[in-house]
């Protein structure tokens, strides 16, 4: 199973290469949320979070890293337009020793300046390095940003299952600024049953 170390400054390099100084000029344009997010002034326009996506049976460690993307939908959801793209990566503990690499594609609805109380969706998506049609796992997410924390659910909507069997279902989650090294503590114990209360670190 492919694994991918994530982070903001890895993500901001890749996206360098897409323009430098006029890319960062043209989100400032298109998407000033991006200095803004999760309430706090983020200059690489990125954002790095870790939580526990809570499923039907399980809970998973969870890496997110979100940044602007020229891509979004421009379907009105909850009766809110579109104002921004989001793109990014993230990684889910399968297990103690299985990292699965995501990829994030979605959409900001209703956000402008900073992204406190707007509605962020966006999939996970397994990660494959050539697209050949094979089954790709996913889980669509629903939430916004309260401050630091940004809270998430799949609205009872089914998800992809992944090429292992894994199926996220009744999937949410609360998001809190965090790094790589406190998702790979967290993963150190791997998923846990739902109703079991995790150790204490």
């Given at each position: ?8 400054l890895?993500?901001?390099l ?53 940044y ?20 990014g ?15 994030v ?13 707007a509605?962020?969706?966006f ?25 630091s ?53």
């Amino acid at each position: 199973m492919s694994t991918r170390r994530g982070g903001c400054l890895g993500d901001l390099l890749k996206l360098s290469v897409l323009g430098g100084v006029l890319l960062y000029g043209l989100v400032g344009l298109t998407s000033p949320w991006a200095f803004h997010i999760g309430g706090r002034w983020t200059p690489l326009l990125c954002w790095s979070g870790v939580g526990r996506l809570t499923t039907k049976g399980q809970t998973y460690p969870l890496f997110v890293t979100l940044y602007p993307s020229f891509q979004f939908s421009r379907l009105h959801v909850d009766g809110l337009r579109p104002t921004g793209g989001i793109g990014g990566t993230a990684s889910l503990c399968a297990s103690a020793d299985v990292v699965e690499a995501l990829n994030v594609g979605g959409t900001i609805f209703d956000g402008w300046r900073s992204t406190e109380g707007a509605l962020i969706e966006f999939r996970l998506l397994e990660y494959r390095i050539l697209d050949v049609g094979q089954r790709q796992g996913y889980v669509d997410l629903y939430g916004r940003w309260h401050g630091s924390k940004l809270v998430m659910d799949d609205r009872g909507r089914a998800n992809g299952t992944f090429r292992s069997g894994l199926k996220l279902e009744r999937a949410a989650i609360v998001l809190e600024p965090g790094n790589w090294s406190e998702f790979k503590a967290a993963c150190a114990d791997g998923p846990v049953p739902t109703d079991r209360p995790r150790r204490s670190t």
